[in-house]
Every structure is written in structure tokens, then in C-alpha cells.
């Protein structure tokens, strides 16, 4: 049977779509909706597919699922919305922007049983899934700690152009870029935060008095633009933070920090593990990256590292953040056919969104410690059934059938 899919929302992320319309391959877009009438004619164009401006529109077609693409406050609204009609909902990370709405996406999937599948595709990157392996296999012994440093050199292209600067839509950068990183490290090493203290502040785009006036924003990246503070056109509403960092203990004994900075001259993940055995760590992202362990003593620095394994450069890899994106849309579609064990995690995604909200409550609080909600144990309990352990043996859960 082919599956037949549903898109809400038609923007930046659209070109996950592409992976999705497999005309006689398993899966076709049938309908699609967007507001703006651009990109209506855009998905029209694209995949033959109907259009309409709403979400309660797109759900009287005929879909087995729907992926969830809005901005990041709608996505309660439209997952619930997806998920009481009985399809499959595919719904871009981060879940939500608030712990409360994650919980009502998941009672939502519990009460239906309808499939909830959350994209968080870096557990499909090539540099993420070498570095869990290599702590599976022992490499490092058992994880301590975790730290990872975010380069977001685009921030000003991106994140401070549009509704992600806005608190009001997005909670802030720690919940909308960090819940990438921090669902990792929660991966990593097997559990999941249980207090956070975090710093931050907006250091750099503040001061830029540009703003656009158009309603809609083109996105748009410029190597010429430097430094900065040369931005022009930020969004009339700039009340996020650009420079972030925040301290977790996860409640296996683990202890991770994550750093993220809006306005540097390049643009990746830096993820060291480090292990009662060892020590593994990631040089670059994409193709071409190398993943190197230490796990022998040396004097000083030892640039080779004992192990290596690079992140081999391939077409699949190239597409879509290395390989990322056609590998999370195949599994999605197989789920929502037939269910079964996910890489990615409902339960996982919440407890991310969980983690990046209390750490921004800290963030602003100037730092207090602040306690990460836990998921009500019934809701936890569903997603279990088919759960994907972690390198450590600890729950990241999966969703069940």
C-alpha cells in the first residue's frame, strides 16, 4: 500500500518533504498547507500534490499521515489535531516549545494510539551514530560526562531574522537549536537530565537597530556579511539570547555541558564523551569529518588519537544534513506503516524540550538551579514497549506500535 501524505506547513524545512514523495516507491504527498499562497503554488508545482491554507482543510483528504512542519508554537496544535484524526504524525523537533504542550502531544498519542514520531534527525547523523557506536563498543568504558560546544555561525542569518527571535514563539535558542544537542547527549549517555543550571545573555544582535518591515522573511546567507553586528533586517522583536550555556546532571550520575554561540566565523557541533576508559570526540560534522578515541596514556597531547574513524564523503551522505534527512523520512515512513522500533524517541524528544526549558528558566533566573519536570510515569510507560536502550544501557525510549 502506498502511503499517502499530508504536509502543514510548507518552509524551510520543506526539502525534507522531497525524501517523502516516492511516487511508486512506498509513499506519495498528496496534500499539502501553507498559509501563504507562494508556497501553496511552490508544493503544487513540486509534487502535483492538493493545496490549502489550513490545517483542518488538509485533514478532510484522505491521508494515512502527516508531517508536521510549522513553526515551532504551532506544533501542540497541529500534532494533536493529527493525531485525534488517527494518521501518523511526523512533527519536526523540537516537540513543542513548552513542557506542558509536550505532554498534551503525548496523552494525545496514548489516548488515540495513533503513531507519534518526533524529528530528531541527528540520531541518523553519520557522526553521531559513529561516536554511539563507539561508546556501545565499549571505547571509553562507562560515559561521566559529556560536553558539547555549538558553533552557530548562521545565527544572524537565520535564527535573529525571523519568529526564533522572538521569546513568544519559540521559548528561546537553548529550546530551539539545543534541543538537537541535548536529545544527543541524553543519548549518549543513556538518561536523561534531572537539574540544569544555565548563563547567558543577548551579547551582539541586540545592539542592531535594523529591522526589517516586510511580513515574511527570505532566508538568506551571505559569507560577506562580517562581523555580526554588519547584520541588517533582524526581526522587529529581538528578545533571545545569542550566547548560552548550561550544566546538567542526568539522572544515571552523568554530567554534561552544552555551549551555544549565535555569531561565530563558522558553523558546527563539537561533542567530546568522556569515559572512565577514554575519551571519543568528533572533528567536524558533515562528510569528511574524523571521530577519534583515546583510550592509552600520553604525554601531552596526542593529535592522532589511538582510533579513528572518519565520516565517509558519499551522495546519500551529502543530502541533507550528511544523510540525515532521507534516513529519518524512510524510517517515519516505515512506522507509520507498520510501526515498530524508532532510533528517534517521543519520550526523548519531551524530556529534551523539558531540559532546554528549565535550563532557559535558570538562564534568566541568573543561573539558579532549576529541577527538570519529569514525564508522568503513565505517559513514559506507553513509549516503552518498543524502547531503544541507550550505549549505557539506561531508557531512551522509542514509540511502541
Excluded at 157 to 172: N, Q, S
Excluded at 210 to 220: C, I, L, N, V
Excluded at 300 to 309: I, S
Aim: hydrophobic fraction near 40%.
Amino acid at each position: 500500500m502506498e502511503l499517502r501524505i499530508g504536509v502543514i506547513g510548507f518552509g524551510l524545512r520543506s526539502t525534507l518533504i522531497d525524501y517523502a514523495h516516492r511516487p511508486g516507491g512506498g509513499s506519495r504527498v498528496v496534500a499539502v498547507c501553507d498559509p501563504r499562497p507562494a508556497r501553496r503554488s511552490e508544493a503544487a508545482r513540486r509534487y502535483g500534490a492538493a493545496t490549502c491554507a489550513t490545517a483542518a482543510e488538509l485533514l478532510r483528504h484522505e491521508l494515512d499521515a502527516v508531517f508536521v512542519l510549522s513553526p515551532d508554537h504551532l506544533h501542540a496544535e497541529h500534532a494533536v489535531a493529527v493525531l485525534e484524526s488517527g494518521r501518523a504524525a511526523y512533527v519536526e523537533k523540537p516537540l513543542a516549545t513548552t513542557v506542558e504542550d509536550c505532554d498534551r502531544i503525548l496523552a494525545a498519542a496514548v489516548r488515540t494510539g495513533s503513531r507519534l514520531y518526533v524529528g530528531h534527525n541527528m540520531r541518523h547523523m553519520p557522526v553521531v551514530t559513529a561516536m554511539r557506536d563507539l561508546i556501545a563498543e565499549g571505547a571509553v568504558g562507562r560515559v561521566t560526562a559529556i560536553w558539547c560546544r555549538h558553533f552557530v555561525g548562521h545565527g544572524g542569518d537565520y535564527y535573529f531574522k525571523d519568529w526564533h527571535a522572538e521569546r513568544a514563539k519559540g521559548t528561546g535558542l537553548l529550546l530551539q537549536k539545543g534541543a538537537h544537542d541535548i536529545d544527543v547527549i541524553h543519548w549518549l549517555a543513556g538518561g536523561y537530565s534531572r537539574t540544569v543550571s544555565a548563563m547567558g545573555a543577548l551579547t551582539v544582535y541586540g545592539d542592531i537597530a535594523d529591522r526589517r518591515t516586510e511580513s515574511d522573511y527570505k532566508a538568506a546567507f551571505d559569507y560577506d556579511t562580517w562581523p555580526p553586528a554588519a547584520h541588517t533586517g533582524l526581526n522587529p522583536v529581538v528578545d533571545v539570547e545569542d550566547l548560552s550555556m548550561v550544566t546538567m546532571a542526568l539522572d544515571n550520575g552523568v554530567f554534561a555541558t552544552y555551549q551555544q554561540c549565535h555569531y561565530t566565523p563558522d558553523y558546527w557541533r563539537n561533542y567530546t564523551v568522556i569515559g572512565t576508559e577514554g575519551r571519543v570526540e568528533n572533528f567536524g560534522d558533515g562528510p569528511g569529518a574524523l571521530v577519534r578515541v583515546w583510550n592509552r596514556r600520553h604525554r601531552g597531547y596526542a593529535a592522532e588519537g589511538d582510533l579513528v574513524r572518519p565520516i565517509v564523503e558519499s551522495d546519500a551522505r551529502e543530502a541533507g544534513h550528511g544523510g540525515a534527512d532521507p534516513a529519518i523520512v524512510a524510517e517515519f515512513v516505515r512506522f507509520a506503516h507498520a510501526g515498530g522500533p524508532t532510533a528517534t524517541s517521543p519520550v526523548a524528544a519531551r524530556n529534551a524540550v523539558a531540559t532546554a526549558c528549565a535550563a532557559t528558566d535558570s538562564l534568566r533566573a541568573g543561573g539558579a538551579l532549576a529541577e527538570v519536570p519529569r514525564l508522568a510515569d503513565g505517559l513514559s510507560g506507553y513509549f516503552e514497549a518498543n524502547a531503544d536502550p541507550g550505549p549505557s544501557g539506561n531508557v531512551a525510549c522509542g514509540p511502541r506500535p
